[in-house]
């Protein structure tokens, strides 16, 4: 896809800037997701509930930061991986055109797509792992009354609040925008025709 006839926009922060800035996406989603799940589920929030928990899994309970972390890493992992292969589903190199790495500053994984695509295909692989990993698990969770389905959900659509942030940055663009993701910072460049 040619460029030469195209303004060039910048919408991007650092990935320092993304952690912060995520957070404004953090708490809107926790209420939507916690507020159906506690009305539908109210006994697994009664103390009585909870002190049966705590009596029958009391040493487990301060093993639960290094469990989340064992279903932390490898989910980040796959978040990255959702984004790539969606994105590599549209470009004409495939999966030749994704990076995978780590921003070690601020400690945050990265999918880059070294390809311009058109605005629909790169908001898909934007929202994908949100979806994926986070919303629907969070939903069956909800429906079903299962807490660790529910966790996951709500934990990986967290997860995914930077990307959010992203497809927040691009709600003014128009259909016929291309976008270039950003190779060092958080968003991407707008390519719209002038």
Same mark, same amino acid.
């Given at each position: 896809?040619?460029?030469?006839? %195209?303004?060039? #926009? ?17 708490? +809107? ?27 029958? %899994? &009391? ?5 639960? +930061? ?6 932390? #890493?490898? $989910? ?6 959702? /984004? ?11 999966? !030749? ?7 070690? !500053? ?5 999918? /880059?797509?070294?390809?311009?695509? +058109? ?5 898909? &692989? ?7 990993? $986070? #919303? ?10 299962? +807490?660790?389905?529910?966790?996951? &959900? ?7 609040? $930077? ?8 709600? /003014?663009? /128009? ?6 993701? %950003?190779?060092?910072?958080? $968003? ?7």
């Amino acid at each position: 896809m040619g460029t030469d006839s %195209h303004q060039r #926009i910048e919408l991007s922060v650092t990935a320092a800037e993304a952690n912060w800035k995520a957070l404004a996406f953090a708490f +809107p989603v926790m209420v939507l997701l916690l507020v159906p799940y506690i009305w539908l589920w109210p006994e697994q929030f009664s103390s009585e509930t909870i002190a049966g928990l705590a009596k029958t %899994h &009391g040493a487990r309970i301060l093993l639960l +930061p290094f469990l989340m972390m064992l279903v932390f #890493i490898p $989910g980040a992992v796959v978040h990255e991986l959702l /984004h790539g292969l969606t994105w590599a589903a549209f470009c004409r190199r495939g999966i !030749k055109s994704i990076r995978y790495g780590v921003y070690w !500053k601020a400690l945050t994984p990265y999918c /880059h797509c070294e390809e311009v695509l +058109p605005l629909r295909p790169y908001v898909l &692989g934007g929202m994908m792992p949100g979806l994926v990993m $986070g #919303i629907l698990p969070a939903v069956v969770g909800v429906i079903w009354g299962n +807490p660790w389905v529910f966790s996951f &959900g709500l934990f990986f659509t967290l997860a995914a609040a $930077g990307d959010m942030l992203v497809l927040w940055m691009l709600r /003014h663009c /128009h259909a016929t925008d291309l976008v270039q993701d %950003h190779p060092e910072k958080v $968003g991407c460049y707008v390519l719209r025709e002038v």
